[in-house]
């Protein structure tokens, strides 16, 4: 912790930092508190959300929140179609933690989900929103590709690959205009057709 003093004015700064991170600090008798990062990847099925999730706790003590692998885990059997949300916004409660940054990879999914998100934490994380934009084609190929070299996950299949991809485009689509439009967070346009690292670059310029 590092102290400064302006003799002059006969006020006070305590800055506290964790690392390189400034956590909060005090002028005369206030403390503000600095706000923790939620950074959202948000894109279709295969755009490269869990590797740029993995890019970014690469670079500090991220809390990282994948809502699909959480899903899997408490047995959700993958069809194509979106856990509801009361299901998906229990999870973020359980998981979410406002002393720490945090990514959340697939949420939310919905507009309700990204109207419930912003109301109940806009007021606690500086909440900036990724779309990671991949075209079909490419998502389906990087499926399939996946598929071959892991094939636990079942809904990689691809008739349930197909359902997820429509899915998206009909009901996350205008969760994520809803989210672009919105004056309380940082979104970004990301263009996920490149390799991990310069999609990495375009997310560290926009945030």
């Known amino acids: 912790m590092n102290v400064y003093v302006d003799v002059t004015k006969f006020n006070y700064y305590v800055v506290l930092y964790k690392g390189q991170r400034l956590l909060a600090f005090t002028y005369n008798t206030h403390t503000v508190h600095i706000m923790k990062k939620l950074i959202i990847l948000i894109g279709g099925p295969g755009c490269g959300k869990g590797s740029l999730g993995q890019k970014i706790c690469d670079t500090g003590d991220f809390n990282y929140i994948e809502i699909g692998a959480l899903l899997r885990s408490a047995g959700i059997a993958p069809t194509g179609k979106l856990a509801n949300d009361e299901l998906a916004q229990d999870l973020v409660c359980k998981n979410i933690n406002a002393a720490r940054d945090t990514v959340l990879d697939g949420f939310p999914r919905t507009l309700s989900q990204a109207e419930w ?86 997310l560290r310029t926009n945030n």
């Not at 691809?158 to 997820?164: D, G, N, Q, T």
């Not at 809803?178 to 346009?189: E, K, P, S, V």
């Open 117 to 202: 998100l912003v109301q109940n934490f806009a007021n606690k994380f500086k909440i900036s929103v990724a779309f990671i934009n991949v075209p079909d084609d490419i998502m389906r190929a990087r499926i399939a590709n996946r598929k071959s070299m892991a094939p636990g996950r079942a809904d990689d299949d691809a008739e349930i690959a197909l359902r997820r991809i429509k899915t998206f485009h009909e009901i996350t689509m205008p969760a994520i205009d809803w989210l672009r439009a919105h004056n309380a967070i940082n979104f970004c346009d990301i263009d996920g057709t490149p390799d991990i690292d310069t999609v990495f670059g375009q």
